[in-house]
T-cell receptor
Framework: NAGVMQNPRHLVRRRGQEARLRCSPM?????VYWYRQLPEEGLKFMVY????????ESGMPKERFSAEFPKEGPSILRIQQVVRGDSAAYFC???????????FGQGTRLTVV | KNEVEQSPQNLTAQEGEFITINCSYS?????LHWLQQHPGGGIVSLFM???GKKKHGRLIATINIQEKHSSLHITASHPRDSAVYIC????????????FGKGMKLTVNP
């Protein structure tokens, strides 16, 4: 069991480009949470997905951000037309069901230049 | 006021000292996580607890549900314990998302 895998670990994008962040859950985990850590700030919830469904997206910015968790393959957090303020560390956490321990990935550090 | 508050925000200790990190929360929780993050690194879950006390090696976590307070203790601290320690409340019902404290930066000097 390789644990929660996020890639890429580091991503540099120019303003206006798209960023795609991937999260492969631990085997057997069907619940995925995405969190964002802005520089010098704490982690904040973005979105919660189960296979093929967005359950709670109350923390997602209304524009440019989207997330999916298809039946096959990793969960994807997509940021369109990135701006400097999107520079942050993005973490996913996965678990096998509600009320169980969450396991975090290593994070993707996005830098917008 | 943040829903999850940690104190102190920074702590410098000498190797061997006993360390306590505090966390208070105001939301209803199903559980509380203690997390560790090294600079530029990933996040490791140290404990998830919903009552009482848990121990793993030199780490002990306690929670008082009535007082909405949790503590993380490190015994015989070591420089490799230097990291940011984050308290996160798993919210009750719905998505059970985590609400995080701002973290406490611990530096243990040799």
């Amino acid at each position: 069991n390789a644990g929660v895998m996020q890639n890429p670990r580091h991503l540099v994008r120019r303003r206006g480009q798209e960023a795609r962040l991937r999260c492969s859950p631990m085997k057997g985990h069907s619940h995925v949470y995405w969190y964002r850590q802005l520089p010098e700030e704490g982690l904040k919830f973005m979105v919660y997905l189960q296979k093929e469904n967005i359950i709670d997206e109350s923390g997602m910015p209304k524009e440019r951000f989207s997330a999916e968790f298809p039946k096959e393959g990793p969960s994807i957090l997509r940021i369109q037309q990135v701006v400097r303020g999107d520079s942050a560390a993005y973490f996913c956490a996965t678990q096998d069901q509600l009320n169980t321990e969450a396991f975090f990935g290593q994070g993707t550090r996005l830098t917008v230049v | 006021k943040n829903e999850v508050e940690q104190s102190p925000q920074n702590l410098t200790a000498q190797e061997g000292e006993f360390i306590t990190i505090n966390c208070s929360y105001s939301v209803g929780i199903s559980a509380l996580h203690w997390l560790q993050q090294h600079p530029g690194g990933g996040i490791v879950s140290l404990f998830m607890l919903s009552s009482g006390k848990k121990k793993h090696g030199r780490l002990i976590a306690t929670i008082n549900i009535q007082e909405k307070h949790s503590s993380l203790h490190i015994t015989a601290s070591h420089p490799r314990d230097s990291a940011v320690y984050i308290c996160a409340a798993k919210t009750q019902g719905g998505s059970e998302k985590l609400v995080f404290g701002k973290g406490m930066k611990l530096t243990v000097n040799p």
